[in-house]
C-alpha cells in the first residue's frame, strides 16, 4: 500500500499554527502513524516548542512509543 503521513501543529488555544505531510512510500497503517509521529515532533522542534502535547489515533503506536519493551517497526512485540 502506498502511505502518507500528515499532521498539525496548534497553540494552546487551538490555533493552527502549520502542518506537515510526507510520501513514505510502501508501508503499513502503522509505519505511516510512527513516521507521523517522527515528522511531527521534529516539527515541533524546528518551531522551538519546548512542551508539547502529541495526538495519535493509534492505541498500538501509543503502546509502542511509551512501554519499555523492544518492538517491531511492523508492529510486533
Excluded at 506537515?20 to 512510500?25: E, L, Q
Amino acid at each position: 500500500m502506498r502511505l502518507n503521513t500528515y499532521g498539525i501543529i496548534r497553540g494552546s488555544d487551538g490555533e493552527w499554527l502549520g502542518g506537515f505531510s510526507k510520501y513514505i512510500g510502501i508501508g503499513s497503517a502503522y509505519l505511516a502513524e510512527l513516521w507521523g509521529v517522527l515528522e511531527g515532533l521534529m516539527y515541533a522542534r524546528r518551531l522551538q516548542f519546548r512542551f508539547i502535547q502529541l495526538h495519535v489515533d493509534s492505541l498500538v503506536v501509543v503502546e509502542a512509543i511509551t512501554s519499555h519493551r523492544h518492538g517491531s517497526w511492523r508492529g510486533g512485540r
